[in-house]
C-alpha cells in the first residue's frame, strides 16, 4: 500500500506544531519551516478568530552529510559529500489567557517572504491540567529512528485515545546534528513524523512488508524529554562525518585545560562568549536539543535538568547519561576500558572512557538542586512522584554495566617512561546512581523512577516500595541477561563487574498479566525481542501504569496489555 506524503504536495512546514511548556493559562506552540519567511503566528479560539505572532529563530548547527538519509540519498555520499549547513527556522509562539482544564482548537501559519501561506492542519490545545484531571501519559524512550519506533506509535494511538502527554527518557534521535533525523529522514521515521502521524516506514517481518505512520500525538499533547547520550554532540568538525563528530566527546575539564594553554592566541580580549563556544566545541554539546524545545529553564543546568506539575504529577527529569563506549579489549578499540594502541602516544585522540556528561554526585550543582527541589511544597504535596532520566540504576540490559561513574584512567609505561597502555576501570563502590540518587529518592517518597537506554522493558520494585521502570524496547533491543545469558565483559574486569542479572541487587518482576515464555514455558520477567515493541501508560484516573506489546510478525494481530502496577507506595 502506497502511502501519501509527508505532507501534502506543496506544503512548506517541515513540522506540524507541538505544545511545550504549558502553565496555567498559557502554552507554547512550536513548528520548523526551511524558511525564514515574513511572518508566523497561531490561530486560535472556537473560530480561530484569535492570533498570537511567533518569534523565529535559525537552528545553530542543523547539518548534513555523508551518512545522510535525505532527499535524493539512500546511499551513503551520494548528495553530500562532508557536513553541510542546513538552514532550519523555529517559530514559536505562546498562547496566553487560556482557562485551566478547557481545550480549544488552534492552527499555525508561516508566510513566505513572496506572501504565500504555508498553514497546518487543525489541532486543539490546553493549559496545565489542573489537579484532579485525569491523564493519560505515554512512558517512552530510545525512538532513535528504529525501524518499529512509527508502528510502536501507532499502535500507541490505536490503543489509548487520547494521551494527554508524553515523558521521553531520551535517545530521541542517534545523531542531533544531523537535521533530517529530526525531521525528514527518507526512510520514513524520522522523530517529529513518527510522533505526529505522518511517518511512511515500511516494516518487513517474515517477508511481509507493512507500512506504518506512527501516531499523532504532539499537536496536541505536551513532550517532556530528559537529555540522553545520544542527544550529545562530540568536538565539532567542519570535516568529520556527524557520526565520528558524535562520537568523539571528551570531558569538558580537558577542553578547559587546554584552553587555558592558547587563551591568549585565540581570545586577547578574553571575551567569556568565544571562551565558552571554543570550550564547548572542543568537549561536547547538547545545543541541537536545547534550541529545539522549550522546557522550564530555573536549573543551574538550563533545560538540561528541570521540573514540572501536570495535573496530580510532579515530574523530575534529570540529566543522567555518560557516553557509550565498546566493551572491546581488542588493539583498535577506542572503548568502554582502554585506548587504541595507535593513539598511545597522543592524548588528544583519547575518548576517556564512559565518562559522565553532567556531574550528579553530592555536592554537584544538579544534585544541590535536586535535594531542594524533592523538599519544594510542589514535589511533597503531589499525588504521583516521578523521576526521570536516561541512564538505568537498575536493569537486566547492557547498559547497565560497567557502574554509572567516572572511569579512573589507569596509565601502564615501559621502564623507559613510553606508555605501554591507557585502560580505564569503573569502582563498583562509586556508582552514583546506586550509591547516592536512588537512597535520595526513596526517602524524598518518589514512587516511580523511569529511565531507558538498553532498548528493553523489565521492572523492579526496592524493598522500600519505589518502582522502577525501564520501558524503551520500541525498536532494537541489546538483549536482557539473566541466568547463563551473560554481559560482554572482558576478560581481566569480570570479577569487577556483574555478568548476569541486576547489578542493584534486585529482583526483576515477572509481568502480572501475560509475561512472554522462555523456551522451557517460564515465564521471563523482561520483554528484548527485535519483533516485540512496548510501550507503557500511566492513568492518573487510577494510578495504574499499564505495559502493552505488539507483535509486528503479526500486523493484523492484537496489542495485548500484559503488565500493570499501582505506583502509589
Excluded at 479 to 484: I, K, M, P, R, W
Aim: contains cysteine; hydrophobic residues 35%; charged residues 20%.
Amino acid at each position: 500500500m502506497l502511502l501519501a506524503p509527508l505532507f501534502p504536495v506543496g506544503a512548506g512546514l517541515l513540522t506540524d506544531p507541538f505544545l511545550q511548556l504549558p502553565t496555567a493559562n498559557s502554552v507554547r506552540v512550536v513548528w520548523f519551516t526551511e524558511f525564514a519567511g515574513r511572518e508566523s503566528f497561531v490561530q486560535y479560539g472556537s473560530n480561530l478568530d484569535q492570533t498570537t505572532i511567533a518569534q523565529t529563530t535559525q537552528l545553530s548547527r542543523m547539518r548534513e552529510d555523508q551518512r545522510s538519509r535525505v532527499d535524493n540519498q539512500e546511499e551513503d555520499g551520494q548528495v553530500y559529500t562532508q557536513p553541510t549547513d542546513r538552514p532550519i527556522w523555529r517559530h514559536e509562539a505562546e498562547v496566553q489567557g487560556l482557562t485551566p482544564s478547557q481545550r480549544i482548537p488552534y492552527r499555525v501559519g508561516s508566510m513566505r517572504d513572496n506572501g504565500r501561506m504555508e498553514w497546518s492542519g487543525r489541532y486543539t490545545l490546553a493549559a496545565v491540567p489542573a489537579p484532579g484531571q485525569p491523564l493519560k501519559i505515554l512512558l517512552t524512550s530510545d525512538h532513535q529512528l528504529m525501524p518499529m519506533t512509527p508502528a510502536n506509535l501507532q499502535k500507541v494511538t490505536e490503543t489509548i485515545e487520547p494521551i494527554d502527554a508524553v515523558f521521553l527518557a531520551g535517545d530521541l534521535v542517534n545523531i542531533p546534528d544531523r537535521a533530517s533525523e529530526w525531521f525528514d529522514d527518507n526512510r520514513g521515521g524520522a522523530f517529529f513524523p513518527s510522533l505526529q502521524g505522518r511517518a511512511n516506514r515500511l516494516l518487513e517481518q517474515n517477508g511481509v512488508g507493512t507500512r506504518y505512520r506512527g501516531g499523532k500525538i504532539l499537536q496536541s499533547a505536551p513532550l517532556f524529554p530528559a537529555l540522553g547520550n545520544h542527544e550529545v554532540m562530540g568536538r565539532f568538525s567542519t570535516e568529520l562525518p556527524l557520526n565520528e563528530q558524535y562520537n568523539d566527546p571528551v570531558p569538558i575539564e580537558n577542553a578547559v585545560a587546554l584552553y587555558a594553554k592558547i587563551a591568549a592566541q585565540i581570545n586577547p580580549g578574553n571575551d567569556p562568549a568565544i571562551a565558552q563556544t571554543w570550550i564547548k566545541n572542543h568537549s561536547f554539546n547538547s545545543d541541537t536539543y536545547e534550541e529545539i524545545f522549550s522546557l522550564p529553564n530555573t536549573s543551574p543546568g538550563g533545560e538540561k535538568y528541570y521540573a514540572i506539575t501536570l495535573g496530580d504529577v510532579r515530574l523530575i527529569s534529570l540529566d543522567a547519561c555518560n557516553t557509550w563506549r565498546v566493551p572491546s579489549l581488542e588493539p583498535n578499540a577506542r572503548g568502554r576500558y582502554r585506548e587504541r594502541d595507535v593513539d598511545l602516544s597522543d592524548a588528544n585522540k583519547w575518548g576517556y572512557g564512559q565518562h559522565i556528561f553532567e556531574p550528579i554526585a553530592p555536592g554537584s550543582p544538579q544534585y544541590s538542586w535536586l535535594e531542594a527541589e524533592l523538599n519544594r511544597p510542589e514535589f511533597q504535596q503531589a499525588k504521583y512522584k516521578i523521576v526521570m532520566f536516561h541512564h538505568p540504576p537498575h536493569s537486566l540490559g547492557d547498559n547497565v554495566v560497567p557502574p554509572y561513574t567516572n572511569p579512573t584512567q589507569i596509565i601502564d609505561r615501559f621502564p623507559d617512561g613510553q606508555i605501554k597502555s591507557v585502560r580505564y576501570e569503573y569502582p563498583i563502590g562509586r556508582d552514583y546512581l546506586l550509591r547516592d540518587l536512588m537512597p535520595l529518592l526513596e526517602k524524598a517518597g518518589v514512587q516511580l523512577v523511569f529511565y531507558g537506554h538498553s532498548h528493553l522493558w523489565n521492572r523492579f520494585d526496592s524493598p522500600g516500595g519505589m518502582h522502577f521502570l525501564e520501558s524503551s524496547n520500541v525498536g532494537n533491543t541489546y538483549g536482557a541477561f539473566l541466568g547463563e545469558t551473560r554481559r560482554s565483559i572482558p576478560i581481566g574486569f569480570q570479577p569487577n563487574y556483574v555478568p548476569s542479572g541486576d547489578p542493584g541487587g534486585l529482583t526483576a518482576i515477572v509481568p502480572s498479566i501475560s509475561a512472554l515464555l522462555d523456551e522451557n514455558g517460564k515465564p521471563q520477567p523482561y520483554i528484548a525481542s527485535n519483533e516485540i515493541t512496548v510501550f507503557s501508560i500511566l492513568d492518573t484516573a487510577t494510578g495504574l501504569v499499564s505495559s502493552y506489546r505488539f507483535d509486528a510478525r503479526q500486523p493484523e494481530g492484537d496489542v495485548v496489555r500484559f503488565d500493570e502496577f499501582q505506583i502509589v507506595r
